[in-house]
């Protein structure tokens, strides 16, 4: 189910063909407003819309700001090279020897783009269709960069719709299933919590379903599950294996018996 109507409209602003518009909008089933129209910003919270060659998301505050989008070049202190090193709390959860990674939560793709440069072969996996529709168009950006095509790498592998049912038609169980599921904010207005994740609950709510999706993955892995969760919270499957803390956070290993 599409969460987002009647709050999601795709926005055309007068630049350029308006049939990927239509198409983006009769794909996710929402509303296509155009800019030239009066009060075209007050039927909804969030538009789509593509700026400076990318997909963004908007809300009202970024209309004028810009927008969000995949970012597909790596975070600041992480490398730039291809394999990254396998280290840091991240690679030590998945373990020196994986080689296969599902990412069924993959939100904007920041840790799914970090798994891939480490060279791990990863398979991305979005219940939203407003995110799928994000994350494929950055994923379609990292097709085109240079180093992508120097090395003839392809984009990671996406699939959109619920992972609780999508892993268990997995040909293949993967060696790491990687959850990182939406937790309530420690505190109600969090100074720390990013615009992108505001903006992500804003429109889909939290992450309910975390307890079935953490069982549906303990039985599609075919080694271990990792879970990425706030400092603050309780582990998601209970007592992990093992546990590796970063800033904030931490990954909790839960090895398959």
């Not at 599902?102 to 970090?114: P, R």
């Not at 494929?136 to 992972?163: C, E, H, N, V, Y």
């Not at 505001?198 to 069982?215: E, P, S, V």
């Not at 309780?234 to 931490?250: A, D, I, T, V, Y």
């Amino acid at each position: 189910m599409n969460t987002a109507i009647g709050k999601l409209a795709v926005l055309y602003e007068n630049h350029g063909d308006v049939l990927p518009y239509q198409q983006l909008a009769d794909q996710l089933a929402v509303p296509l407003r155009r800019s030239t129209e009066a009060d075209y910003d007050q039927h909804d919270a969030f538009f789509l819309s593509w700026r400076d060659g990318c997909l963004k998301l908007l809300d009202k505050d970024l209309l004028k700001k810009g927008g969000l989008t995949v970012e597909i070049e790596p975070r600041q202190g992480e490398q730039r090279s291809w394999p990254a090193p396998k280290d840091g709390a991240l690679a030590k959860a998945l373990g020196r020897k994986t080689k296969t990674v599902v990412d069924a939560t993959t939100g904007w793709g920041q840790d799914s783009l970090h798994i891939f440069r480490m060279g791990y072969e990863l398979l991305c996996i979005e219940r939203s269709p407003v995110m799928g529709a994000l994350l494929a168009d950055g994923f379609k950006r990292l097709t085109q960069a240079d180093w992508m095509q120097r090395l003839q790498l392809p984009a990671p592998q996406l699939l959109i719709g619920s992972s609780i049912d999508l892993l268990a038609t997995l040909a293949m169980p993967p060696d790491v299933i990687y959850l990182d599921p939406m937790f309530p904010p420690k505190r109600k207005k969090s100074a720390l919590a990013k615009k992108s994740m505001m903006i992500l609950r804003d429109l889909l709510g939290d992450d309910d379903d975390k307890a079935q999706l953490f069982t549906a993955a303990l039985k599609a892995t075919g080694k271990r599950v990792v879970v990425k969760s706030p400092d603050y919270a309780e582990p998601l499957g209970g007592k992990p294996s093992e546990s590796f803390q970063g800033k904030l956070l931490r990954y909790d290993v839960y090895l398959k018996g």
